[in-house]
């Protein structure tokens, strides 16, 4: 069931067309990777997901509550962490999370055991009566997460949350990510134009740039898409000019290179290395070592935009 339904939505600044008909669906229980680069559309989206803005055109329901006819009834169901934190710095941990807690209507017992939980999932247990001031960026970070999981979020949007963090904080918050999805069955709407963070946590993405959608889906799907010019890497002893001649005749082979007795063979699927493996025995080759490079997500998008996603 989709928890999430974004349906035809477009926005314009003036002239500007900033979203371009965008539509995608997140399946509850799941991590959802929202991709692409600073200016892409993934803020002004964000924004009209919360009823922050409104859209042109389109349709966004969260829980199955239109954005625009149930506003009230969609934000209840969303814990959002921005990229800019949130937090009173003169408070402590505790402090805060009783704050923001009662402004969620939270009170009593039942505050006191969601500030618990919360700080128990961040991994902020040991740290509670210490100053917000004192806090490392990481620190702040995970705090700002547990604010906004106090009310126990049906959605919870992570807008960059890894941004300038220690290593140990980025741990503690992808091992958050995973507890919330298994212990409260949380979908997370996990945005970043770290593709690697994308690829250990998501199993489905959605690719955004200039507005548009780049690729949509299983990311291994979009990845085998794009896989019909694998390379593989053969270090071996007794490479000749014959043998290069020999294995560009392969079918399925796109372009062999040698340098320093590595070949480095450029496929597409009707390759087949038993072929490449008998022509190198066959011609004296000692292999030593075979690797493919596996396509990454970071591949996918510089090969349809023609640019890295950090540019």
């Known amino acids: 069931m989709a928890i999430i339904e974004v349906e035809n939505v ?28 600073n200016g892409a559309g993934k803020s002004t989206l964000i924004n009209i997901m919360t ?20 506003p009230i009834k969609a934000k209840k169901c969303i814990g959002y962490v921005p990229q800019d934190l949130a937090l009173l710095e003169e408070m402590n941990a505790y402090d805060n999370l009783e704050f923001f807690g009662a402004l969620y209507g939270l009170r009593g017992k039942e505050l006191k055991e969601r ?6 999932v961040t991994g902020l247990e040991e740290t509670k009566r210490k100053k917000v001031k004192k806090f490392s960026g990481g620190m702040k970070r995970r705090l700002n997460i547990a604010v906004s999981i106090l009310h126990h979020p049906k959605v919870l949007i992570l807008d960059e949350p890894t941004v300038g963090v220690d290593p140990q904080s980025r741990n ?7 507890t919330i999805c298994k212990e409260w069955g949380t979908t997370v709407l996990y945005t970043s134009h770290y593709m690697e963070e994308i690829e250990e946590l998501c199993k489905r993405v959605f690719i955004i740039d200039l507005g548009k959608e780049i690729a949509y889906g299983n990311k291994e799907e ?36 040698e340098e320093d007795n590595v070949l480095s063979i450029t496929i597409n699927s009707k ?18 070592k075979i690797t493919y490079d596996d396509i990454k997500l970071e591949d996918v998008f510089l090969s349809l935009t023609g640019k890295t996603l950090r540019n």
């Open 10 to 37: 477009t926005k314009r600044f003036n002239d500007k067309l900033v979203l371009d008909n965008i539509s995608y669906g997140v399946e509850e229980g799941e991590v959802f990777g929202f991709i692409g680069p």
């Open 222 to 257: 979009i990845k085998a898409s794009f896989s019909s010019n694998n390379k593989i890497r053969v270090e071996a002893d007794g490479i000749n000019g014959e043998v290069l001649v020999r294995l560009k005749g392969i079918e399925g082979v796109e372009k062999v290179l």
């Open 51 to 70: 009823t922050l803005l409104v859209p042109d055109s389109g349709t966004v329901k969260i829980c199955g509550y239109d954005i625009l006819q149930d």
């Open 271 to 288: 390759f087949t290395l038993s072929t490449a493996l008998s022509i190198l025995e066959s011609s004296g080759v000692v292999i030593k």
């Open 115 to 120: 500030i618990k939980e919360a700080l128990r």
């Open 172 to 178: 503690h918050i992808f091992s958050f990510i995973r």
